[in-house]
């Protein structure tokens, strides 16, 4: 099938010179540029007048491309593949191979891409298969690497697109394939979302220049910035004996099938505190998947569980969940083997989701000083709920995916927009003394109440920098602002607010008994998270952000033991980055006679992916169940310890 949109000038304008954009934001710490292949569909119609006339759209398109070459930034790596653009017959096998590299990836290969736009003619069908797996081996199978597809119409050979993307995806956590389909709809929108889904992506749809805009700034900002999981490889073994020694830094292993999997961390000093995060991609509609992350130490009569914390998300059914949780080896005699012991285990269980056997799993690792002070005081109390009045808001920020590529903000209001099934992170720092408020506003529109089912809602929940959640619970009592009710029960459109609070930053947090209090105890950069979960594609939503710190009055940072390699816990650091040096060493055999590895020699920052899946709740009495059992999760987190 022949298919194509003048829009195309739109997305090669802004799939690089998004790249070249100064951003409002301060981006990802060390997010250097991934390596990008844009795949653009030339099928034949493209020789059709453009919609805005003034020739035909090929025509427009390299008017655009010549200006974007001139706008490259010098650093970033960019390939060009186009397929459908030999004029050989639908029957003809050539047509079902017919995609080329016209420019190889590079950075001293803008003469090449000048030259390519002049010799550009699209006149073919449409191999989205092959010209997925030929833009897969243009990227190579190393470091990050992103592919985006530009397509506006069904597929015309076989094997199905979406069966390649998902092979794509299996090669590694460091590759994704983002998508954007260009005015289309029916079976051919169905097939280009799941390509997006099968590896990793982000599916957007653009039916004209202004839409097409937005959703390639962010496409095209997203593919520059770090993917969701990322780290050092390593192999945890089953055998807590045998398993390979690991320090701080951010690591990246998978999740246990049926016997938990350990590492060990060995401690700089005696009396300070190993912090362990860990993050996951949740499985699409799951109504509960979860890990238990506990650290050990070993004690005269054996292993001591100094803490234990659950991995989990929010919300029901989400298409893109992403999972964290985190806990330490912290407990409060300062003589305690947990505080003492030259090691201490770290240990992951599986403990719901059968599905997740196999898939990766990240652990953030930050070795925290002594404190020169045990905590004396209680913790603060929280802070009273506020409204705020949204200021003039910022509009050009794109939110990250996940912690690991979220653009660092300040106070202040953001305008975005949210597709269903998606997570937005922003982060800010936080200071010792400091709590965190983050109020949603949204107008609700007939699109979104259509959307809207058992089990849809829009969350907002507060993340520390290692992966714990700081979000005081108003399971009781909702603010009197907030819009109360389920989403599916509104009956009109009108304003709509929700948000999250954070507890005040003290290390006096750690001696709390509730989860979500000891996710005050340090200062750094914190995460807001936006969630959206309705059914369907169309109901986009725009939305306002509004950020703003208080002070609980003691904002005086604790005095920390000076320790060599060492960093204390500041606004602005980002603690899953604490150590730049991670060496892994490899461990003995485990259980099964499998050796533990280290395959890398230092933690990589953080990286970013936009899995977008469909939702799958299977009847009334299902979300009933599903909803109690992200009860129980949620309440545990906030309310225990």
Known sequence: MKRSSYVVVGVLLLAWSALAAPAVAEEPEDASPSDMMLVLDASGSMADPAGGGGGTRIDAAKQALRTVIDELPADQRVGFRVFGASDVAETDPAACTDSQRVVDLGTENRDDLRAAVDEYAPVGWTPTSHALREAAADLGDSGQRSIILVSDGEPTCDPDPCEVAGEIASSGVDVRVDVVGLDVSGAARDTLQCIAERAGGTYYDANDAESLTRSLTVTSTRASRPFDLGGTPVEGTTDPEAAPTITQGRYLDSIPDEEPIHWRVERTVPGSTIHVGAVFRGVAGSVGDALAVAVYADADYGPKQCNVATAYGIGIGARSPINYGATSSWVEDPDDVCNTADEVTVRIDRTVGIELAGAPVELAVYEEPPLAEAPTTDPPQAPAWTALEPGDATRDVVPGTSNA?????????????????????????????????????????????????????????????????????????????????????????????????????????????????????????????????????????????????????????????????????????????????????????????QEGAAVADTAEEPSAGTPWTTVAVAGVLLVAVAGAVVTILVRRRQDAG
């Open 405 to 593: 590529n979220a653009p660092i903000v300040d106070e202040g209001t953001y305008a975005l927009d949210i597709n269903p099934g998606e997570t937005q992170v922003l982060g800010i720092p936080l200071d010792w003394g400091e709590s965190l408020q983050a109020q949603l506003d949204a107008q609700l529109t007939d699109a979104v109440r259509r959307a809207a089912g058992a089990g849809s809602g829009i969350e907002v929940s507060i993340v520390n920098p290692l992966r714990a959640e700081n979000s005081i619970s108003f399971w009781t009592k909702e603010p009197e602002d907030w819009s109360t009710g389920a989403l599916a029960n509104t009956r009109e459109n009108g304003p709509f607010r929700t948000g999250a609070q954070s507890y005040p930053i003290a290390p006096s947090q750690r001696t709390s008994t509730s989860a979500a209090e000891q996710g005050a105890q340090l200062a750094g950069v914190h995460y807001v998270q936006v969630v959206y979960n309705v059914r369907g594609d169309d109901a986009n939503l725009p939305y306002t952000l509004t950020l703003k710190r208080t002070s609980s009055g003691d904002g005086a940072a604790p005095e920390y033991e000076d320790v060599a390699g060492l960093t204390a816990p500041s606004a602005d650091f980002r603690l899953a980055a604490a150590a730049a040096d991670a060496t892994p060493a490899a461990g003995g055999s485990d259980g099964d006679g």
